[in-house]
């Protein structure tokens, strides 16, 4: 039982090593920050045929932005689908590949022009 314990603590130990912090900030295009924005994270399952360190998670991730539009998590190696959006934004999709550094995702979001058309 001790071995058991032991080989799964390495193995946990493994896969925590590779992950890696994805963070970063939502700002409107006239660069005020944009607090409460949604960030989804989907994982990429296709390159894990190809690349080994495509670890990934199988369930989708979803953040909200503090009071200052910046956002942090933890996740493993691999390829994300980066999906931000806020109310009355235009929202936005993005391909990111994580690997064994820390990666900033700075976003600008454009305000709905069917948004901005009803705020007249």
């Known amino acids: 039982m001790k071995t058991l314990s032991v080989v799964l603590l390495l193995l946990m130990s493994a896969v925590a090593s590779k992950a890696t912090t994805l963070s970063g900030t939502v700002r409107d295009s006239e660069g005020a920050v944009i607090p409460k924005a949604h960030v989804v994270i989907h994982w990429d399952a296709s390159g894990s045929n190809y690349l080994g360190d495509n670890l990934g998670i199988k369930e989708d991730i979803t ?35 994580l690997k064994d550094k820390p ?17 007249d």
């Open 63 to 97: 953040v909200s932005t503090d009071s200052e539009g910046k956002f942090s998590l933890e996740l493993p190696q691999g390829f994300y689908d980066v999906f931000v959006t806020a109310t009355a934004f235009t929202p936005r999709c993005e391909k990111l590949r």
């Open 103 to 119: 990666k900033t995702f700075d976003v600008k979001l454009k305000l709905s022009p069917v948004a901005s058309k009803e705020l």
